[in-house]
């Protein structure tokens, strides 16, 4: 089954994502998870709206396909801000508490290897988890 990238960014109120392959599709919502809903209807109506209207589409919507999501960091920090702390964060990543506000709040926008810090940070953390019976 192919996959489609959808980007997903925050915008300091809510959430915003385009599917980089299907020009002029977007969806906005207030949560992470309203965001994979609606911009999964955007591009399904998209298609078919295309479709009916012999439009050109990608090859990827002729067949099955799933939706794969691609946060930014200032998404990522912001969807789990209840979840994770900015300190326990800092523990799993080894990155500075401050630093990790500054992409939280969008004022800075972390290098390439500041992302596959946090990135490798959280699948270590998840790999553990997953590791874990009780």
């Known amino acids: 089954m192919d996959k489609v990238i959808v980007d997903i960014y925050f915008t300091g109120n809510n959430y915003c994502a385009y599917a980089p392959i299907l020009l002029g599709c977007v969806s906005t919502a207030a949560t992470l998870a ?3 809903k609606n911009i999964k209807e955007a591009i399904e109506f998209h298609v078919e709206s295309s479709l009916e209207n012999n439009d050109p589409i990608p090859e990827v919507f002729k067949g ?5 999501f691609k946060l930014s960091v200032e998404a990522l920090l912001n969807a789990y801000s209840d979840i994770f702390t900015k300190a326990a964060l800092s523990r799993i990543t080894g990155i500075n508490e401050r630093q990790l506000w500054h992409y939280a709040s969008g004022m800075r926008t972390p290098r390439p290897a500041q992302r596959k ?3 490798d940070g959280l699948h270590r953390l998840g790999t553990e988890l997953l590791a874990i019976e009780v």
Not at 64 to 68: A, D
């Open 34 to 36: 309203e965001m994979k």
């Open 64 to 68: 099955e396909y799933e939706l794969e």
């Open 117 to 119: 810090r946090i990135e």
